[in-house]
């Protein structure tokens, strides 16, 4: 499982380096067709070429100026002219590009100076009040400062379609390059994505695989807890029949011997069985109680009720459980009724599981508070103690199943650990709330929440 996760992992990660890299060529590739474009659209060997004609022109419209064949202003405009192709080629996207060709432009920089210096003589030439001797001269004076520029400017030109050709054959190269890169690298990706679906659908069975696995073993799992919950069930209730029997014949055969037999170890005896019976009918009506509990097959009955009369009731049961440990109860109730939407007798099993666990962790001679209280909409039943109480680290878990304060006695505060747990849930089955308040070494109070009647 570690190992194809960790080939996973490693495919997944050429995949995404592989396309990364892709991304890079692409961009790459982009960027100089960007640039064999914009060479293309701007190229500077026409432009260069231009320059080559309008110098040409140039001298031609000079020589005319002078014989007077055409008027003076036309060589001014040709000198424009030529000078503007001269800044061309050394400012803006045509700098850059002959830059990149890495060609001698001294040419341009020397024809540059040189149009600065005739300037003031193109102007000169212009004007009307000049005789034909001196433009003749003027003219010839300025052909003859544009002499030599023609072959070095046909040099430049030549050198410039050299590094032009060159640079196409080498994008060509590179693109041919790249498209080669382009087409392995698109294999390699399409290779590595089909290993990684093919192990993700390999994954994909063998996950679907372990979930029928696990399927199977909840089923059987589910199958024993069934078994488990039918065996407890029957046995619970099998062992409650012949309990309730032997605890009633157990009180009659007490009461007998009372009367006729004055032996204490007879009477310690019997009282010790009977008091063990009652503590195994308790635990197996909890054990029913959680299973029913569980399987959700306990029944509510729910009607009103006057809660004052469930707590006097209760306690009243519990009395001789009380007595038995040298305790007592003090009940206090509010005046008039309490009434309730609720079930008495599972009110009242909640109750008595306080009242009896209360008792058991009390010292003999000792109160039990058991107060009745109305707060708003709700009515509040507590039943305050000042035994061992609880301690803090078994205070998050003192309602699941199971869970005992003492875990480790046999004495007579042994308990199945099962009461408060049950005593939850059926309040959470008639819409209330149970809690605690409790320090270790001064005592607790457990309580329990019921909607009043409106």
Not at 214 to 239: C, D, G, P, T
Request: hydrophobic letters at 45%; one cysteine or more; glycine letters at 6%.
């Amino acid at each position: 499982m570690r190992r194809a996760k960790l080939i996973r992992s490693t495919l997944l990660a050429l995949f995404v380096g592989a396309v990364a890299f892709g991304i890079g060529v692409i961009l790459n590739l982009s960027e100089r067709v960007e640039n064999i474009q914009t060479a293309e659209q701007s190229d500077p060997l026409w432009v260069g070429s231009q320059l080559q004609f309008e110098m040409l022109r140039l001298e031609r419209e000079l020589s005319h100026a002078a014989l007077g064949i055409k008027p003076t202003s036309d060589v001014a405009l040709r000198f424009n002219i030529a000078w503007s192709r001269i800044y061309v080629l050394q400012q803006g996207k045509l700098a850059k590009i002959v830059e990149q060709f890495d060609v001698d432009k001294s040419v341009l920089h020397a024809l540059d100076r040189r149009f600065q210096e005739l300037e003031s003589h193109i102007l000169e030439f212009s004007t009307q009040d000049m005789s034909d001797v001196v433009r003749r001269r003027k003219a010839e004076m300025i052909v003859h400062q544009l002499e030599g520029y023609d072959f070095s400017l046909r040099n430049f030109l030549l050198d410039l379609a050299q590094a032009k050709t060159s640079s196409l054959s080498d994008f060509r190269s590179g693109l041919l390059s790249l498209s080669h890169t382009i087409a392995y690298l698109g294999v390699t990706i399409l290779a590595i994505f089909g290993i990684f679906i093919s192990l993700l659908m390999v994954e994909l069975r063998l996950s679907g695989k372990r979930e029928r696995e696990m399927e199977i073993l909840v089923e059987e799992a589910n199958s024993v807890s069934r078994m488990k919950s039918n065996f407890m069930s029957v046995v619970s209730h099998e062992l409650r029949t012949p309990l309730t029997s032997i605890i009633g014949g157990l009180a009659l055969l007490q009461a007998k011997v009372d009367t006729i037999i004055d032996d204490k170890t007879v009477h310690q005896l019997l009282d010790v069985a009977r008091r063990n019976g009652d503590r195994l009918l308790t635990l197996v009506n909890d054990i029913l109680d959680a299973q029913a509990l569980s399987e959700g097959k306990v029944s509510i009955n729910k009607v009103t009720i006057d809660l004052n009369q469930v707590v006097r009731d209760t306690v009243e049961s519990c009395q001789p459980y009380a007595v038995s440990r040298g305790v007592s109860y003090d009940v206090f109730i509010p005046p008039g009724e309490t009434l309730a939407n609720t079930d008495a007798s599972r009110v009242s099993q909640v109750l008595n599981n306080f009242l009896s666990n209360a008792a058991k962790f009390t010292q003999s001679g000792d109160v039990v508070e058991v107060r009745l209280r109305r707060l708003g909409d709700k009515a509040l039943v507590e039943v305050s103690d000042n035994g061992i109480g609880i301690p803090v680290e078994a205070q998050n878990d003192i309602f699941n199943a199971f869970q005992q304060v003492n875990p480790g006695t046999t004495g007579p505060k042994k308990s199945s650990g099962l009461g408060l747990s049950i005593a939850k849930q059926l309040m959470e089955l008639l819409d209330g709330n149970v809690g605690f308040r409790s320090i270790e070494g001064k005592g607790s109070t457990f309580w329990m929440e019921i909607d009043l009647v409106s």
